[in-house]
């Protein structure tokens, strides 16, 4: 079955930047925040996060059908999408369907 190369390079990017969206919260907004009494800080970054987050799902929602991505796939990128350092987990497998591709 022919995959969407473009539609799953794009799924990759996206949970990379979404990936380090929780880890500038986490480790620099938040430090900020409660070390720094900078509540701006976690506001604005948080916002971001959130509509990365957001857009991950509706990206791994749409893969479903536009890549063709397995159910269990949607799900895991989904979950790995709640879980901290679980976009680059889920990125990893995305990556070796895309070289299982470039070489069938």
Do not use: C
Request: aromatic share 12%; glycine share 10%.
């Amino acid at each position: 079955m022919k995959l969407n190369r473009t539609f799953l390079q794009l799924l990759i990017w996206f949970g990379i930047v979404e990936g380090l969206s929780t880890l500038v919260l986490f480790f620099v907004a938040m430090p900020l925040k409660y070390m720094y009494d900078m509540p701006l800080a976690v506001t604005i970054t948080g916002m971001i996060h959130g509509f990365l987050f957001l857009g991950l799902v509706a990206l791994f929602i749409a893969g479903k059908s536009v890549v063709p991505l397995s159910t269990k796939m949607v799900i895991g990128g989904i979950i790995g999408a709640i879980l901290p350092f679980g976009p680059f987990v889920v990125d990893v497998k995305l990556y070796r369907l895309l070289k299982s591709q470039e070489n069938s």
